[in-house]
């Protein structure tokens, strides 16, 4: 597609529930990245697929975060048992990735996660 | 560790001024420093880059300068105009285990008043 895409835009969760969050990446960009934004905070690394393979995953805040992309394409996001402060805008970025770096980093419009 | 200090926090100009704002890294193997501008409820955009083989990007009215070895880069407005106003994020990219993620500083407050 012309963009990273999200979904949902918006998600409104009950504390406790799980949810499940969508990126479907620039086609063709082999790395993509989730990032945590807090309110008044700049995007905060979460974890990184090149193609399926999940390279980094550092920046994952517990176990109840998990991430996938099975097939190298879209990604998913799960967040089990939701806690109050899980709620953020999630972003989603996909890049093409050289030997030399990045190209091409382009952010998705994010999923806003409220968890109440 | 990975970090990326961003100054200042807010800051107000009268339209027309110029308006900087500075970034410091910390890992010396960084290559890339992506400047984005986020308006309220929307994505980051990128407006502009730098890789760390040159020391100084222009583009109309933004220009950003890199200093390897002090290990800042600074974003130059000039010309402010109101449409300007948003949030500002410098990023510095970081290599770990042959993969590439940007990291990112906590962000500056522009305000252009006309």
């Known amino acids: 597609g012309a963009g990273v895409s999200q979904s949902p835009r918006y998600k409104v969760a009950k504390r406790g529930q799980d949810v499940a969050l969508r990126c479907d990446p620039i086609?063709?960009?082999?790395?993509l990245f989730w990032y945590q934004q807090a309110l008044g905070q700049g995007p905060e690394f979460l974890t990184y697929?090149?193609?399926?393979?999940?390279?980094?995953k550092s920046g994952l805040p517990s176990d109840r975060f998990f991430a996938e992309r099975p097939e190298g394409s879209v990604s998913t996001l799960k967040i089990q048992r939701t806690q109050q402060e899980d709620s953020a805008v999630y972003l989603c970025a996909s890049s093409r990735w050289t030997e030399t770096g990045l190209y091409g980093y382009t952010f998705g419009s994010g999923t806003r996660l409220t968890v109440v | 560790g990975e970090n990326v200090e961003q100054h200042p926090s807010t800051l107000s100009v009268q339209e027309g001024d110029s308006a900087v704002i500075k970034c410091t890294y910390s890992?010396?193997?960084?290559?890339?420093f992506p400047w984005y501008k986020q308006e309220l409820g929307k994505r980051p955009q990128l407006i502009i880059d730098?890789?760390?083989?040159?020391g100084e990007k222009k583009d109309q009215r933004i220009a950003v300068t890199l200093n390897k070895t002090a290990k800042h880069f600074s974003l130059h407005i000039t010309e402010t105009q109101p449409e300007d106003s948003a949030v500002y994020f410098c990023?510095?990219?970081?290599?770990?285990?042959?993969?590439?993620?940007?990291?990112f500083g906590t962000g500056t407050r522009l305000q252009v008043f006309p």
């Open positions: 890992d010396s193997a960084s290559n890339y």
């Open positions: 730098i890789r760390s083989n040159v």
């Open positions: 086609s063709g960009h082999v790395s």
């Open positions: 990023a510095a990219s970081i290599r770990r285990g042959g993969t590439d993620k940007l990291i």
């Open positions: 697929f090149q193609n399926e393979a999940q390279l980094d």
